[in-house]
């Protein structure tokens, strides 16, 4: 089995609030999604997606709501349904992919190490 966790909440200007489930457990080799909802549509904002692994720093996934970042695995895919409504989903789960996700909103471009 894989823990996958999901920390819950970051804010944004404008009081906007990203809200996430508190963790999912998954089978290895099972397709997972984590959701990110904002309390208010925020379309001058794009959405990252970041896995932080014990002991390391943040390492973004996706940016710009679905744009996969050079060098992630295909099995990382972002989506988004409307202005408030985002998801990662990772199929075919890997030990490697055990962590904390993290979603983000912001402005600017979204930190790279």
Known sequence: MSSVSSLSSGSIGQNVVLT????K???LGQTVSIECRATSSSVDYD??????????????????DTIRHTGV???FTG???SNTDFT????????EDSGVYYCQQS???PFTQ
């Open 107 to 109: 402005e600017s471009f």
């Open 47 to 64: 959405l990252q997606w970041y896995l932080q692994r014990p002991g390391e720093t943040p390492k973004l996934l996706v940016r710009d």
């Open 88 to 95: 990662l989903t990772i199929s075919r789960v890997q030990a």
């Open 73 to 75: 695995s295909d099995r």
């Open 25 to 27: 457990t998954v089978q």
């Open 20 to 23: 996430q489930p508190a963790a």
């Open 79 to 81: 989506s988004k349904s």
